[in-house]
Each structure stands twice: as C-alpha cells, then as structure tokens.
C-alpha cells in the first residue's frame, strides 16, 4: 500500500551537508524535470545560475529572477524581488516554478497558488529551499505559511519540519492538485535547509 504524502515527507528525508547540498538540490530539480514535459520553468533566485547550468539548461521555456542585477554577457534575466514578477507574469506560462530561497519561500508559494490554475490531470512541480526550520523551532510562523495550514504566526516552539510538511501539503489542497510524489533532503549547515520537491497533477 502506498503511504501517505506527509509519511513519505517524513520518512524518506535525506540529510547532506554544505559540500553536497548542490548535488541534492540538482537531484530535486531533475525529478521535477523527468515530471513536466514540456518543461517550463519560472526560477525564482536566479543566484550564479548553478540550477540553470545543471537542471534546467534543457527547458523549453525558461524565465529566471534575481534581485541581483545581470552583466553584459550574461544571460537575461528579470531584475527585482520575485514577488512582483509572480503577481504580473501570466503564471499559465510554467509548469515547474524553482523557489531556492535562502529564507522563506512562503509568500512566493502563496502568490502560485492564488493565481495559477491547473488543468485537470495536468503535471507541475515545486522545487523549494526552505531556510525557516530555525525561525519556526523558536515559534516565529512566516505569515504566508501560518495563512497556508491555519494557525497562527506566533506559536509555542514546535517541530518546524512537520509545519514545513503540512504546508506543502496544505499549498496542494488550495492549489487543487494531487501530490504524485514528494521528494525531500535536508541540508545540515549552521542554518538548517530543508530542500524539497514536490511533483503532482490538477484535478
Ligand atoms: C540560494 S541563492 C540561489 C541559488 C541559485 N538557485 C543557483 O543555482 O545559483 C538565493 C538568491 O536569491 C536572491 N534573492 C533573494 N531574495 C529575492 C527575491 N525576493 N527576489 C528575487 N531574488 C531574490 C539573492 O540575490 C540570491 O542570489
């Protein structure tokens, strides 16, 4: 029998550190990229374009983002908070949307799920790093999160992975989509990373 998305979260999350934390971030994106065909990828944190060169560099469609701006021989890319690119592209346009944060991924998942709809049966992907497990063990809750699963910003310390796990779950079920497969690892460095991909289908 099959487990559940959440049991799968938690059981088959892989621990790397620093040195290997690209190869598991590559490793996350190439499932997303065997999901989605075409593949049509919204990248977020552009950064040095290291998941450009290793996952992304067949896409079909491709649009990255930065706030950092791009120089002459540079690949183009758009140049501002990501936010607003989220909230003014045609989102219908992506099928994979890459959120390597170094913080929270929150707002940005929370915009997706308010303006992307999904065709029945139709495959996408989320590929995130979520760097918020130290906030949410203190209890401080990204609002966009709290928002997402239902409780509030301001919570007694708790187990910040499981919140992590809820809120993808929580991102499918207001996004009308079925998780077909969950793929986590966990980065140990001073802050801890929680890098997951998420590959499922509208219904
Ligand atoms: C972890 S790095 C991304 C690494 C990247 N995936 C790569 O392959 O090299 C995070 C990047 O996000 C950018 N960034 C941070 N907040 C952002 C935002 N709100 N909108 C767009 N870019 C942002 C930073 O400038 C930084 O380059």
New binding site residues.
Partial sequence: MKSSPLATLKNNTQRFNAKHA?DA?TTLRLKAAAWCQPLNVF????????????AWSNADYWVG????PWKAGQEPRLV????I?LRSLDLGRFNVF?L????SPWD?LLIISERRQWDMGEHGSIVI?DGTSMNLRLGSVPKSLAQLVGVSSRRSSGNGLELQSQGLLAWCEVSHVRPVDIFSARGDTCAVMKYSCVNFEGL
């Fill in positions: 690209v971030k990248e977020g944190f552009y950064g040095s374009g290291e998941m450009r060169k290793r983002c930065d706030t950092e501002g908070d990501n936010r690119a890459d390597d944060a170094f913080g940005q790093t």
